[in-house]
C-alpha cells in the first residue's frame, strides 16, 4: 500500500513538468538574405535589436530580424494551433487575428474567436514596439495549451495590424517569458498562471537550444532536465526581477578585459539570436577576434579563419563562462559573420541564443535566481 502512494505521487509530480520541443528555423534576416531583399528593408527600417527593453509608453518586446527558436501551442476549444517564439525577454503571449489584413497576417496562422466556445472578450488595446516595426491589437482571454498543460483563462493579444517586415518571421507569434511587472497592461504571463493553478511542480522553467540542429532543443516547464548538461550549476541572483537581468563583471579575451570594464548589465534573452552590447565595445570585441565590421556593424570573417579565433569569456558575478568561435561564428549564404550585435549607445548586453547555445539555462521566477551549466 506503501509503495502504490509513492508511485502514485511520482505519477502526480511527472505530470507537473513538461517538455515544449523547440525547432530552429530561418531566421527573417536568413530569408531577407537569401531573397537579396535584406539591405533594403534595413535601409528602410533601421534595425535596433535594443527596441525590445526600451519602454516608452508601450511595451516593447522582441528582436524580430534574427528571432529562429519555436514551439506550438494551442489556444481556444476546440484548439486553433500556432507557432510562437518562448521569449525570455518579453511578458506577453500574442498571437495574429482573422482581423488582421498585413500582409504579415496572412501568411501566417490567425486565432478567429468565433470558433472557441471558451473565447472571452477583452477589447482592451494592446500595442507592442519591435526592432523594426510595430503590432497592434486587443486583449482577449481563452484555453492555453502548452504542451499538454491547460492553463485557463489566460489573457493574450489578438494582432490587427503587423510590420511587414514580420512576414518574414516563420513563428506566428510570442509566448513571453519575462516577468508580470514589463508585461503590457499588466497582463499575467503564462509561466505565472501555470504556477496559480497548480499545473508545474516548482516554478521554474529551462531552455536548451541545440546548436545549428534544426530539431532537439527544448523549454522545460516545471524542472531541470539533467540530460542537456554537464558539471555544476551555477545560480546567479537577479539583479532587476523584470527581465531575466544578471551582474556581469567583464568580457575578455586572450586574458585581456576588451568590454564590461568595471562591470555592466546583462539580460539572458531567448528572443534575441545574437549577444548585444554598446557599440563601441562591440566593435572592440570584434577586432580583438579578427573581424572587419561592414556599414551595418556586423563584424565580417573568414571562414576559413574561424578555427584560429579566440575564445571570448564573459564573466557573472564572478564565474567565467567562455564560448569559442565555432558558437560565436555564424554562416549565412557563404558568408561568416561573428554573433556580436551594436546595441548603440546603451550600456546594457543581451546574452542572446549565442549564449544559451553554449550553456543550459535554467530561469527560478520565485526565487529570482538563473542557474547556467555547460550544455551537451
Known amino acids: 500500500m506503501k509503495f502504490l502512494a509513492v508511485l502514485l505521487a511520482l505519477v502526480a509530480l511527472s505530470e507537473c513538468h513538461v517538455r515544449i520541443p523547440l525547432i530552429k528555423g530561418k531566421t527573417a534576416r536568413e530569408t531577407l538574405k537569401e531573397k537579396g531583399l535584406w539591405e533594403e528593408c534595413r535601409a528602410k527600417h533601421p534595425y535596433n535589436p535594443m527596441a525590445k527593453f526600451?519602454?516608452?509608453?508601450?511595451?516593447?518586446?522582441?528582436?524580430?530580424?534574427?528571432?529562429?527558436?519555436?514551439?506550438?501551442?494551442?489556444?481556444?476549444?476546440?484548439?486553433?494551433?500556432?507557432?510562437?517564439?518562448?521569449?525570455?525577454?518579453?511578458?506577453?503571449?500574442?498571437?495574429?487575428?482573422?482581423?488582421?489584413?498585413?500582409?504579415?497576417?496572412?501568411?501566417?496562422?490567425?486565432?478567429?474567436?468565433?470558433?472557441?466556445?471558451?473565447?472571452?472578450?477583452?477589447?482592451?488595446?494592446?500595442?507592442?514596439?519591435?526592432?523594426?516595426?510595430?503590432?497592434?491589437?486587443?486583449l482577449g482571454s481563452d484555453t492555453v495549451v502548452v504542451?499538454?498543460?491547460?492553463?485557463?483563462?489566460?489573457?493574450?493579444g489578438l494582432s490587427k495590424t503587423e510590420a511587414t517586415f514580420m512576414s518574414y518571421m516563420q513563428a506566428d507569434g510570442i509566448l513571453g517569458l519575462a516577468f508580470q511587472s514589463i508585461a503590457a497592461d499588466n497582463v499575467v504571463p503564462v509561466f505565472y498562471n501555470m504556477i496559480s493553478q497548480g499545473l508545474v511542480s516548482q516554478p521554474i522553467f529551462s531552455v536548451y537550444l541545440s546548436g545549428n540542429s534544426e530539431e532537439g532543443s527544448e523549454v522545460f516547464f516545471g524542472g531541470v532536465d539533467e540530460?542537456?548538461?554537464?558539471?555544476?550549476?551555477?545560480?546567479?541572483?537577479?539583479?532587476?526581477?523584470?527581465?531575466?537581468?544578471?551582474?556581469?563583471?567583464?568580457?575578455?579575451?586572450?586574458?585581456?578585459?576588451?568590454?564590461?570594464?568595471?562591470?555592466?548589465?546583462?539580460?539572458?534573452?531567448?528572443?534575441?539570436?545574437?549577444?548585444v552590447g554598446p557599440t563601441t565595445e562591440i566593435n572592440n570585441m570584434n577586432s580583438w577576434v579578427g573581424a572587419t565590421t561592414d556599414q551595418y556593424g556586423d563584424g565580417i570573417v573568414q571562414c576559413q579563419n574561424i578555427q584560429n579565433m579566440p575564445d571570448v569569456t564573459f564573466t557573472l558575478s564572478g564565474h567565467a563562462f567562455t564560448i569559442s568561435a565555432s558558437a560565436y561564428v555564424s554562416q549565412y549564404s557563404g558568408s561568416c559573420?561573428?554573433?556580436?550585435?551594436?546595441?548603440?549607445?546603451?550600456?546594457?548586453?543581451?546574452?542572446?541564443?549565442?549564449?544559451?547555445?553554449?550553456?543550459?539555462?535554467?530561469?527560478?521566477?520565485?526565487?529570482?535566481?538563473?542557474?547556467?551549466?555547460?550544455?551537451?
Open 227 to 275: 540530460r542537456h548538461y554537464t558539471g555544476e550549476i551555477v545560480w546567479i541572483p537577479l539583479s532587476s526581477p523584470t527581465y531575466w537581468q544578471i551582474t556581469m563583471d567583464s568580457v575578455s579575451i586572450n586574458g585581456q578585459t576588451v568590454a564590461c570594464s568595471g562591470g555592466c548589465q546583462a539580460i539572458i534573452d531567448t528572443g534575441t539570436s545574437v549577444i
Open 54 to 138: 526600451q519602454q516608452e509608453g508601450v511595451q516593447s518586446m522582441t528582436n524580430d530580424a534574427d528571432l529562429s527558436y519555436y514551439g506550438v501551442i494551442t489556444i481556444g476549444n476546440p484548439p486553433q494551433s500556432f507557432s510562437v517564439i518562448f521569449d525570455s525577454g518579453s511578458s506577453n503571449l500574442w498571437v495574429p487575428s482573422i482581423y488582421c489584413n498585413s500582409p504579415a497576417c496572412k501568411n501566417h496562422k490567425r486565432f478567429d474567436p468565433h470558433r472557441s466556445s471558451s473565447y472571452k472578450s477583452d477589447g482592451q488595446p494592446l500595442s507592442i514596439q519591435y526592432g523594426t516595426g510595430s503590432m497592434t491589437g486587443f
Open 337 to 376: 559573420q561573428t554573433g556580436f550585435g551594436q546595441g548603440g549607445a546603451s550600456q546594457l548586453w543581451i546574452l542572446g541564443d549565442v549564449f544559451i547555445r553554449e550553456y543550459y539555462a535554467i530561469f527560478d521566477v520565485q526565487a529570482q535566481y538563473i542557474g547556467l551549466a555547460k550544455s551537451v
Open 147 to 156: 504542451g499538454g498543460i491547460t492553463v485557463a483563462k489566460q489573457v493574450f
